[in-house]
Every structure is written in structure tokens, then in C-alpha cells.
């Protein structure tokens, strides 16, 4: 299982980044899928989720309204489409599988989720 994240690098704020994700070693179509990501010095934080055929999407509060989350299943790909990028966006960026909301609408995986990958570093300048 692999899930090779792209598309990230130095905006300004207020601008846009689209980030991609291609998954390899299993078929993307039965799967919950989602965007985590990473602040230097903080804790991972859940992006989005969307259900395995795309039905419904969950959004973190500081990205609804801003971020697009979206997926292809043929192309066994999935993206995020993000606008007025705020410097408190900058982190790095991992695309998931399995992800799903908690009763406090938190987006997580499993505690030892175990295919995080490299990610994709976005940064976004004042």
C-alpha cells in the first residue's frame, strides 16, 4: 500500500495550491479517503474525509469553506483543492485511507496507522 503525495510548495497568502494523491497497492474505491497535515511543532491534524464513493465529505473547521476535497476513482487518485491559503496553512500535507469522523466531528485514522508516507511540504508566505 502506498499513497504518493504531490503538488505542494511557496504561495502567498490568498493564493491556491492543488494537491494530488496516487494510490498504488489497493483499490481506491472501497475506501474512506482523506487529507491529514502537519505544523512544525504541533500535533498531526485531520484536513478532510471523504466516504468511499464520495458521497459525503467532512471538512476541519479551519479549512471549510476554503478547501475542496475530491477523488477520481478510476484514476486511483485523490485531491485537495486549496484557496485563500493562510499562512497557519503552511505544514506538511499526507493523503490517507481509512479515515473516519469521531462523535466531536474529528477527522482521524487508527492510532497506528501505518501508511503516512512522505507528504508534501506547503508553505504559505505573509
Known amino acids: 500500500v502506498q499513497l504518493q503525495a504531490s503538488g505542494g510548495g511557496l504561495v502567498q497568502a490568498g493564493g491556491s495550491l492543488k494537491l494530488s494523491c496516487v494510490a498504488s497497492?489497493?483499490?481506491?474505491?472501497?475506501?474512506?479517503i482523506g487529507w491529514f497535515r502537519q505544523a512544525p511543532g504541533k500535533e498531526r491534524e485531520g484536513v478532510s474525509c471523504i466516504s468511499p464513493r464520495g458521497g459525503s465529505t467532512s471538512y476541519a473547521g479551519s479549512v471549510k469553506g476554503r478547501f475542496t476535497a475530491s477523488r477520481d476513482n478510476a484514476k486511483n487518485t485523490m485531491y485537495l483543492q486549496m484557496n485563500s491559503l493562510k499562512p497557519e496553512d503552511t505544514a506538511v500535507y499526507y493523503c490517507?485511507?481509512?479515515?473516519?469522523?469521531?462523535?466531536?466531528?474529528?477527522?482521524?485514522?487508527?492510532?497506528?496507522?501505518?501508511?503516512w508516507g512522505q507528504g508534501t511540504q506547503v508553505t504559505v508566505s505573509s
Open positions: 497497492g489497493f483499490t481506491l474505491d472501497y475506501h474512506a
Open positions: 490517507v485511507r481509512d479515515c473516519y469522523i469521531t462523535h466531536e466531528r474529528t477527522i482521524v485514522v487508527d492510532v497506528n496507522y501505518p501508511h
